[in-house]
Structure formats: C-alpha cells, structure tokens
C-alpha cells in the first residue's frame, strides 16, 4: 500500500510546513497548507518599503543541501527558482575596545586572527573543530532525522550523548579549548541563533560550526523571502495548494483522531492526516482545545522552559557600506551576565549584544541603488519573564540601538536613515501566536531535547503530526528542515497502512 490519493493539511507555512508539505506532495499525498498571513514564510515574512526589502528573519543559511534535497527528489533543480549567493566572511565579531574577528571557513585568515589574540589557541581552535565535527555526527547526523517517540529511542541515543560529552554546556566545551575570553565569546555565541543560552544549552549544538565549515553560509538573491517563495512556487508545481490570510481556528477531532480542519472565514475541511506548523502551545491550547488532549498537553507545556524573544530595528539608509559585512555581532562590555539578564533574570539590561544583518553587501538587490538595507536585532527576555510596556519601551530601546550602530559603525547614521520600524516581542506573539513572544520556541536544554521535546508524531491523536521549531529536533533552519524529513517519514507510513 501506498499513501497516494490521500489528503493531508499542513498548519503553518514556515521553512518546516513548507518542506513538509513538499515531501508530502512529492509522494503523492494530496496536500493543502493554510497560512494565517498574507503570505507564507511564518517567521521568514518580510515587508517592502520605500523600495527596501525587509526580511523578518532568519537570515543565516547552512547545509543548504538539505535545501536542494526538496528539489532533487522530483528531478528538479533548487537554482531553477532561487539563486544561493556565497557569505563570506560568515559572521565579523567586533568588541567596544575596536577588536574585530572575522570567522570564515579559510583556515589560514582564522588562524592568522587567533595568532593576533592568543597564539596558543591555534592548536585550541583545531581541537573544537574536532570536537563540532563529533557533534555534527552524533547529534546532527544520526539522530536530528530520527523520530523519538518513546523512551527506548532516548534509551538508544545515549551512546551519541556521552560520546559528544552532551551534559556539558556550549560555552565550556569552548572553554576547555580556548583561553581568549573573546574567542570564547565568538564561537559559542551562535547557539543564541536558535533560542539556546550558550551558557546552558548542550555541548553538542557547537555542531553549527561544522555546519557552516563544510556547507558554507549562503544567501538567496533578492531576500530569505524569494527562498520561502521558491519553496512555495515548487509546491504548487507538484500540485500542492496554500491556502493564505485565513488563520486555522480549530482542529476537529472525533475520539482520539483529527478530522477536519477549520479557519476562520468558516472554511472546513476533512483531512486524512493533519500536521501543525504552527507554535505548539497554541496547537494545542487553542486549536485543540475542545479535546481532552488538547487540554493536557497545554497544561503540559505551559511548565516548559522557553527560548527567549528579539527587538529587531529595520532600517533603510542612505549609501552602501562595503566594509560592514553581511553579519555582524556587536558585543557589549558584558557577555556572561548579559545572557543570565536575558536568560534568568528576566530584565531589560542597560547594555546588550547587537546582531546586525547588512544583506545589500551580498545583494544590492534588496535595497535601491545606492542605498542600504540593515536589521539590528537584540536577544531580549521573552514576555513571560519581562513584563513592560513594548508600546512605550520600545522606541526608546530603538533608539538606543541605532545610536550604538552609529557610535561603533556609521557615525552619521541618523541623517542617512530613509525609513526604520521595529518588531518587539509582543510582536511576535501577536503576529506568529507565539507562546510568549518566544523567537524560537523551546529553549533547547538536554531535558527539552529528544523525546523530551514535543513529539513529531502525536503520542493520543495518531494521525496529528508536528513539524517545526517546537519538535524535533529543534529551532534554526536545518533543524526545521530535518523535522519536515523526520514527520514526512511517519505520515508517509502511517498514510500507507
């Protein structure tokens, strides 16, 4: 038996609804995906303005042939689409003392920097690769594509755990091989990119550095919008349906199956299987909610720990900047207890760690000619631990932002800008019905990891599926785009039996 002919729902359009709805379609399962905005993307939205282009986030692209596997598997080309553009440097780290780090995958220019801070962590350096290479494949290789949905499969993954060390935290794994108290701020802050405390989150997420060393970093030409378009325009070739503007409000279940799925212009329709895209404490809660089940997983997660949230500033200036790099950290005088503010203490603190995306340095595509388009986002603490006014607060945090970038970067930054908003939690949590205003849904400690994690497959609705930041295995773009692989293999078998 196979699972052709039958009609499957997807709830959500980000890279993980999407990159399930393509491998559902492409085995030949009839396939609808409903979108609550005006366009898909999920997170990955993004707004024109005065001729910029704004891309919501996220912007950072690795093992983009994850990517192309969508493709691939009908005999179809990723580039007939979208257009991936090479980053390089991948990231420039850059202190309020003037030190400036620019990480890449050329070895010889990486060493040369480390010389420059602490010759001595050369060999320390060599060693963490290593150490990111066992990471990539215990974590990331044998089990980000592995459902795990009962406790024996948690049981079986121990082995990759303690190979890879994975009780220890991101930033003591760096530690061990780094002295430079920059160097170690550099390699272990990209665990902030998917919602995890470098100070806490486990060892084996330092697997993103083999990620970016092998596959490199990559940008879509004209945006991270035309890759979620491409994505959506390959769907549709296969025969796939998006349905936008119409928010799900209810999963109808009759006993323990999903039935049908409702909107809120009052269109319903009955599905075979349906998987959720969406924020899993409003699947649950709220479109569950009239079942059993529903109702206890709610409960359930509400006691979960959550990733924390952003204040993004989008800015469109006058000029091009070809010594700012398409990414940029600016750190501030603190980086440890900046990220216990963040983290624990749930405060807005008077100094922070600004990531500034610049994509016009890669592609002037985005932006007018002559102009710029840049986003400065700060890791802030989500709303269920800093509880303020962002309709108050947060044009004077923008403000403050801006006039750091122009204080460290452009120093005439306010009478280039052209146009600038922001997009604060509640933002998130209003737009995306995000649990808290959550960037990134659970934090991804080792008790929140795995089968700890919300299951790709329900363990009481049996045809109600997951996909996502908030299943397994987590946030972050191949993490999204390996939950679709992991929930498209299961609904393909259940679909066929």
Known sequence: MTAEGKRACV???GFGGLSLAIRLQAAGVQTTVVEAR??????AYHWRRDGFTFDAGPTVITDADTLRELWQMTGHDMAEDVELLPVTPFCRFNWPDGTLFDYSDDEAAVQKQIARLEPADIA????FLDYSATAYDEGYRKL?????LDPMSMVEAVPALVKSKAWRSVYEVVSQHIRNDKLRQALSFPTLLIGGNPLSTRAIYALSHKLAQDGGV???RGGTNRLVAAMARHLERLGGTIRLGDPV???HTLGNRATEVETRSGWRERFAAVASNADVVHTYRDLLGDNHRGRQMARKLAGKRYSPSAFIVHFGVEGTWPGIPHHTVLFGPRYEGLLKDIFDHGVLPADFAIYLHHPTVTDPSVAPQGKSTFYALVPVAHLGKLAIDWGEVGPLLEQRVLAEVSRRLIPDLADRIITKFHYAPRDFAMDLSAHLGSAFSLEPTLTQSAWFRPHNRDDVIG???????????????PGVVASAKVTAGLMLQDLAG
């Open 463 to 477: 045809n109600l599926y997951l996909v996502g930041a908030g299943t397994h295995p987590g946030a972050g773009i």
């Open 249 to 251: 409000t209810k999963i």
């Open 11 to 13: 709830i959500g359009s």
């Open 144 to 148: 980000a594509t592995v459902p795990f």
């Open 218 to 220: 990559w940008w879509p």
């Open 38 to 43: 005006d366009q898909p993307g999920g997170r």
């Open 124 to 127: 320390g350096y060599d060693a």
